[in-house]
């Protein structure tokens, strides 16, 4: 919790003082010092990774899985529309946005 709220805290004073890619320079800072902080159970905060770097095991499971039929009922559609509304008004605003030179 002390770390999660000192994260927060460098987060806001880092914007406050206008320090470019403050949540950025933050959640590293925060994940940085939750490998030093032990946790509860014994183990620290934040896990050490096996490599830094991997493939993923395999898109098999989600590649071309996506299915519409949650859209028949308006159930669905009603979970849907606010999601489908938002990305759509975001995009017409950012085209309709004026270039600044």
């Known amino acids: 919790m002390a770390l999660c709220l000192a994260g927060i805290a460098l987060t ?4 406050a ?24 159970g014994g183990a620290m905060v934040t896990a050490r990774p096996a490599s830094l770097f991997s493939l993923p095991h ?12 949650f859209l028949h009922s308006w159930t669905g559609l009603h979970h849907a529309l606010p999601i489908i509304l938002t990305s759509s008004s975001s995009i017409c605003s950012t085209i309709s946005a004026p270039l600044s030179a």
């Open 58 to 69: 395999s898109p098999a499971p989600l590649f071309l899985h996506l299915r519409f039929d």
């Open 12 to 15: 806001v004073i880092s914007i």
């Open 17 to 40: 003082r206008r320090v470019p890619g403050a949540i950025v320079l933050g959640i590293a800072a925060v994940t940085v010092a939750g490998l030093f902080v032990p946790a509860g």
